[in-house]
């Protein structure tokens, strides 16, 4: 193996890597700060015990793989523990993701990539750059044929090759974008998944707390970041306990609970939590917020 050139940027290094062999493309990655481990040749499993646990910077370890494996292809953790969110658009015989990208870019969720690659399937990845401050775990839409490689993901990276029924195909550069900007991936995944629309509850008059459900709706939707959750639940069990059933309860709090920024499956555990600690009871006296200490 050459001595692989010292990248400056993970960029650089993933532009860089179609003119490299695999073992010199592995070590430039990690020189250039991405996390690298090593797959089955033409595969996509990990070569190593720990797989993706066992991603490292280190060009020396890196080396060392190589020379063991020089035809292994090479995997790159994304993410916070990486370099890149990468948005997979992968196509198969029952459909193509291509759909998909075009409404997200339509919507303008997906100009900020800085790398683009054609994929094996004749799908692309989109690399992003990372928002050290903010985790984005991964995620898969089967339907929409389009997965999220954030922390504690990865990808097979250039000049990778896959050996299939098809015979040998490779990763490949397509181009190097001009604004790099991080991708919002929740967002991304309401757009191409929408939650599907909750009936509009009909709660019975004189149910819930004093002032009604849009008192207690916003309210909820008031609290700040320390109390969210503890209020949601407070306001889940006053309604529990003056037989709400708990479905309408969860769209009358659930859509203030959400303007606070708690998402979905934090406020159906919740809700449900709440419903299952507390009992019905047939005196429901006049709940008082402040009394409960859940101001601001």
Not at 45 to 66: E, I, K, M, N, Q
Not at 164 to 171: F, I, L, Q, S, V
Not at 175 to 184: I, L, N, W
């Amino acid at each position: 193996m050459v001595s692989a050139p010292a990248m400056s940027t993970p960029v650089d290094a993933v532009a860089a890597a179609g003119g490299l062999s695999l073992p010199d493309a592995a070590v430039a990655y990690a020189r250039a700060g991405l996390a690298v481990f090593p797959c089955v040749p033409g595969e996509k499993r990990p070569l190593t015990r720990h797989g993706l646990s066992d991603a490292t910077f280190d060009p020396a370890r890196v080396a060392g793989w190589w020379r063991r494996w020089p035809e292994a292809n090479i995997g790159l953790a994304t993410g916070q523990s990486g370099g890149f969110d990468v948005l997979d658009i992968d196509v198969h015989p029952g459909g193509s993701g291509f759909p998909a990208l075009r409404r997200a870019r339509q919507a303008g969720l997906v100009d900020g990539w800085t790398v683009l690659v054609r994929s094996p399937s004749g799908g692309v990845h989109l690399y992003f750059p990372v928002d050290p401050d903010r985790e984005q775990r991964p995620w898969a839409l089967p339907k929409q044929h389009v997965d999220f490689r954030g922390t504690g993901g990865y990808v097979i990276a250039p000049p990778s090759r896959i050996t299939d029924e098809h015979g040998e195909r490779g990763y490949r550069l397509i181009a190097t974008g001009h604004d790099p900007q991080t991708v919002e991936a929740g967002e991304l995944r309401r757009l191409l998944d929408p939650p599907r629309p909750r009936p509009r509850p009909h709660l019975r008059p004189g149910v819930g707390l004093a002032g009604g459900s849009e008192r207690l709706g916003a309210w909820l939707a008031e609290r700040t970041e320390g109390n969210r959750n503890r209020a949601l639940f407070w306001a889940a069990c006053r309604q529990a306990e003056a037989g709400v059933p708990q479905d309408e309860a969860r769209q009358v709090l659930g859509s203030a609970a959400e303007r606070t920024g708690l998402g979905e499956r934090e406020i159906d555990a919740t809700v449900a939590s709440a419903y299952r600690t507390t009992t019905r009871r047939s005196d429901v006296p006049t709940a008082s917020i402040a009394s409960e200490g859940l101001g601001r």
